[in-house]
């Protein structure tokens, strides 16, 4: 497997923490799936979680070299957490086209997060 493309990306909490409450429960549909919301509002700190999971989503477009729009929509990427805990992508609609129209392999992400910022890189691999 070959390196296609490497994206990272943080941001501050309180963005997302001033943005739900601006806009609620429509910024939350609009960015974040159904189950990214059930896991989300099940932490302590939802926000937190909101965020890792916006930091991840810009890291992958990055990595995608398509940037969030036409190829790639924020609903077009869940991010999970596996048994283990390990955060893994799962590929919707245009996003999953995409990816398999550019041979894509294998998507790895990395999420973190402390008080005040949340981050998160991905690499995308091909065959």
């Keep these: ?3 296609f ?3 990272i990306d943080v941001i ?5 923490d001033d943005a739900i409450e601006e806009f609620g429960d429509h910024f939350l549909a609009r960015i974040f799936t159904a189950g990214e919301r059930a896991y989300c509002a099940r932490q302590k700190r939802p926000a937190i979680h ?3 999971r916006w930091a991840a989503k810009e890291a992958v477009s990055k990595a995608f070299g398509t940037g969030i729009g036409e190829a790639l929509n924020w609903t ?15 590929l919707h609609g245009k996003g999953a ?3 398999r129209e550019q041979g894509v392999a294998e998507v ?11 981050a998160a890189s991905a690499v995308v691999l091909v065959a």
């Design 97 to 99: 086209d995409f990816a």
């Design 76 to 90: 077009d990427m869940e991010i999970v957490r596996r048994d283990t805990g390990e955060p893994e992508l799962i």
């Design 5 to 7: 493309g490497i994206g």
């Design 108 to 118: 790895k992400i990395s999420l973190t997060h402390a008080k005040l910022y949340a």
């Design 12 to 16: 501050e909490v309180e963005r997302i």
């Design 50 to 52: 909101y965020a890792a």
């Design 1 to 3: 497997m070959r390196i």
